[in-house]
């Protein structure tokens, strides 16, 4: 059951993994797209758009961010329970499992979900969507010249 709890976590973060990167992909693609658009069709005020764009997929990355560190936190837990010999074999004499530890996957008390300032200030995060804010904000400043 441990075993089977371990893998599901490991498919769980695995998926995380692919759904920030096609966050991240589409975030970028539908970024470009929006500037495209605003330089195609000369519509300077489009470019302020980017911005929400930018800070709504930072936030929807943050939240499945939250959910793939939690996550991180339960294997560890697993794993720790498992290299715990006083532990484990408690856990033989009794004939028991600490609650929330093996397959279906229920609550770890021991555990917080990350706040969501937590994740939206994570490196592999915030630095995107930073380098996006940046990159936005100079195109936006050079449309805003080009019209006076």
Do not use: H
Not at 44 to 67: D, S
Not at 81 to 97: G, Y
């Amino acid at each position: 059951m441990l075993q089977k709890g371990a893998e599901e976590l490991e498919k769980k973060i695995a998926n995380f993994s692919t759904i920030l990167q096609q966050l991240k992909t589409t975030a970028i693609t539908i970024w470009v797209a929006l500037l495209g658009w605003a330089f195609a069709s000369k519509i300077n005020a489009l470019v302020p758009l980017g911005y929400v764009i930018i800070f709504g997929f930072w936030l929807l990355e943050a939240t499945y961010w939250k959910v793939q560190f939690y996550s991180i936190q339960r294997l560890n837990a697993v794993t720790q329970f498992l290299n715990n010999e006083s532990a484990l074999d408690e856990s033989f004499n009794t004939r028991s499992i600490p609650e929330g530890l093996v397959y279906p996957l229920g609550s770890l008390k021991t555990l917080k979900m990350p706040s969501l300032w937590r994740s939206l200030c994570a490196p592999s995060i915030y630095i995107f969507y930073t380098f996006l804010f940046v990159v936005n904000s100079i195109v936006w400043l050079i449309t805003f010249k080009t019209a006076l």
